[in-house]
């Protein structure tokens, strides 16, 4: 099926022109070839897709992108990637959503990392369609709520309306002058999710990374970024992340102990005369993968007896709260009740934060989050 729905790598103009050095990415990435019994550590997509969009040029921004991103430093030979190439647009929107739909459902079998280059973001909403998950936790990189109720609103003004049932959603990156109070509210309660300001996650950023590495889905908007440092932007605003912080989100990202896919969405190359945007996509999708090839097969299963365990007692609870530190990451997990759990605790990723807040007898956010959901 995926033969079918998908543009190899090797028919796009993009990859038959590169012709890099052997130390950059490119160089390896033209010498892989998709194979079903030697599956890779990371796949490539790319989704060409703008009639769900404000401005249809976003369907340019995959081969943009892949440009950039076959010049930068490749990676070591054991890390395993392949392009899979391009999604074939349908000759009506519907009918590319469809095919998404059903490659998502393919890959999403076979437990892999996905860098997904769109395109525009309501493509999110047909690859979440794809993941056979009555739950799923979906992380959006956004400067504002798409939930537009505006009659003739471009799909991806929207999509967030049109998420499956069961779809946990946070989002990262918000400005307070986009976002009123009764959208805080449907993520909140309708979402059972949160909203992070620009401001909070620069007060702690490393409160995002337990965050992201529970995530099944990360949706980043390219306009999320500051325009100044990121052009391509067709819906522009004079604040945002960094380029260094948008980095870090897909770093953040790929270490997740989860078999993550990350979409970068929105980027126009017709409004990046100087292809800088172009390059920063190019970035932050590279570190996504310098992420996985980091990561540590580290998640507390059972007894956990490579974990340093810490219980904590706390006032107001019958039972102290457990921690569970991986000596090499140093990464946290908290352990919170859970009836339907009657063998080993359920585990959620946390910070060094939580702990200390339980150490000065309070109870952590993540915790009341966690209990209130069940």
């Given amino acids: 099926m995926l033969n079918e729905l ?5 028919d796009l103009e993009v990859v038959k022109q590169y012709k890099g050095s052997s130390d950059q990415l490119g160089h390896f990435l033209k010498s892989q070839v998709w194979d079903a019994d030697h599956l890779p550590w990371v796949a490539i997509l790319g989704l060409p897709e703008g009639r769900g969009s404000g401005c249809n040029q ?17 990676f ?7 392009d899979l190439g391009n999604i074939k647009s349908g000759n009506e929107l519907k009918d590319t959503y469809a095919a998404v739909k059903i490659v998502a459902e393919e890959l999403s079998a076979l437990n892999i990392h996905l860098l997904i280059l769109g395109g525009s973001q309501e493509m999110t909403v047909p690859l979440i369609g794809g993941f056979d998950k009555q739950e799923f936790n979906l992380v959006i990189v956004d400067d504002r709520i798409d939930n537009s109720v505006k009659e003739n609103s471009p799909a ?14 946070s989002v990262i990156a918000g400005q307070s002058y986009f976002i009123c109070q009764q959208e805080h509210d449907i993520v909140a309660e309708g979402y059972n999710g949160e909203i992070l300001t620009l401001g909070e996650i620069r007060d702690d950023f490393k409160e995002l990374e337990p965050l992201l590495r529970k995530s099944d889905l990360v949706s980043f908007d390219f306009g999320s970024i500051k325009s100044a440092e990121a052009t391509g932007q067709y819906r522009i605003s004079p604040n945002g992340l960094t380029g260094e912080e948008a980095c870090q989100i897909a770093w953040y990202s790929g270490m997740s102990t989860k078999q993550v896919w990350f979409g970068l969405f929105g980027y126009t190359p017709s409004f990046d005369s100087t292809t800088t945007g172009a390059m920063m996509a190019a970035q932050i999708s590279w570190y996504f993968i310098n992420g996985i090839s980091k990561r540590l097969d580290e998640e507390p299963v059972d007894e956990a007896t490579d974990f340093e365990h810490y219980h904590i007692p706390v006032d107001g609870l019958d039972d102290p709260i457990s921690f569970l530190q991986h000596p ?3 990464r946290w997990w908290m352990e919170v009740p859970d009836e339907n759990c009657s063998v080993f605790p359920v585990r959620i990723p946390c910070s060094k934060k939580d702990y200390r807040k339980a150490c000065e007898n309070e109870i952590p956010e993540r915790w009341w989050k966690y209990f209130g959901e069940i």
Avoid: K, M
């Fill in 156 to 169: 991806d003004e929207f999509y967030i309306n049109n998420l499956p049932i069961g779809t946990s959603v």
């Fill in 76 to 82: 070591p030979a054991e890390i395993s990637i392949v």
């Fill in 6 to 10: 998908i543009i190899p790598a090797s």
């Fill in 328 to 330: 090499v990451s140093q």
């Fill in 58 to 74: 976003v369907a340019e921004a995959p081969d943009a992108i892949r440009q950039h991103l076959y010049a930068l430093t490749a």
